[in-house]
């Protein structure tokens, strides 16, 4: 009689693919909570940008948007560290860089986003505040970046 101690190797390779199989599936899942994660991290972000400018602008000089966008000679004010730009009653966007508002004292001065994993240009990255007539209004591409507020709808556009 033999006496068989041990595993053939087809019963090895077979317990081998199924312990890789099983990796795979876990890495997977991983990586799934990973993203799910950074995209969490990048709203909780955008909000706080957001309710930074949101409570900054009642109690500033900035001059809020009166018309709605797209109306003819209309204007785009621009608010950065080296001053504001535009002229004209017809203001149908503010534009408040993120470096003016570390200028404020409202945001810090390194940003990186969670799930590109760089550095925002905070020269180049700004709130955008445009004035609505409702919440309708707002294009369904732009409703996740931004959020309305009485006629103002405020999105945050991010530069690298």
């Given at each position: 009689?033999?006496?068989?101690?041990g595993?053939?190797?087809v019963?090895?390779?077979?317990?081998?693919t199924?312990?890789?199989?099983?990796g795979?599936?876990?890495?997977?899942?991983?990586?799934?909570?990973n993203?799910g994660?950074?995209?969490?991290?990048?709203?909780v972000?955008?909000?706080?940008?957001?309710?930074s400018a949101?409570?900054?602008?009642?109690?500033?000089?900035?001059?809020?948007?009166?018309?709605?966008?797209?109306?003819a000679?209309?204007?785009t004010?621009?608010?950065?560290p080296?001053?504001?730009?535009?002229?004209g009653?017809s203001?149908?966007?503010?534009?408040?860089?993120?470096?003016?508002?570390?200028?404020?004292?409202?945001?810090?001065?390194?940003?990186?986003?969670?799930?590109a994993?760089?550095?925002?240009?905070?020269?180049?990255s700004?709130?955008?505040?445009?004035?609505?007539?409702?919440?309708?209004?707002?294009?369904?591409s732009e409703?996740?970046?931004?959020?309305?507020?009485g006629?103002?709808?405020?999105?945050?556009?991010y530069?690298?």
């Amino acid at each position: 009689m033999r006496n068989n101690k041990g595993f053939t190797l087809v019963e090895l390779l077979a317990v081998i693919t199924i312990i890789a199989l099983l990796g795979i599936v876990a890495l997977e899942s991983i990586e799934s909570v990973n993203r799910g994660n950074k995209e969490k991290a990048e709203k909780v972000q955008r909000e706080s940008i957001l309710e930074s400018a949101i409570a900054y602008v009642p109690t500033s000089k900035v001059k809020l948007p009166n018309v709605i966008p797209g109306t003819a000679g209309c204007v785009t004010y621009r608010y950065t560290p080296s001053g504001t730009t535009g002229s004209g009653s017809s203001i149908c966007e503010v534009r408040l860089s993120l470096s003016f508002l570390v200028q404020e004292g409202l945001l810090e001065n390194k940003i990186e986003d969670p799930v590109a994993g760089k550095d925002l240009n905070m020269n180049n990255s700004y709130v955008s505040i445009k004035y609505l007539t409702s919440a309708s209004d707002i294009p369904s591409s732009e409703r996740d970046r931004g959020q309305f507020d009485g006629n103002y709808f405020y999105e945050v556009h991010y530069a690298y």
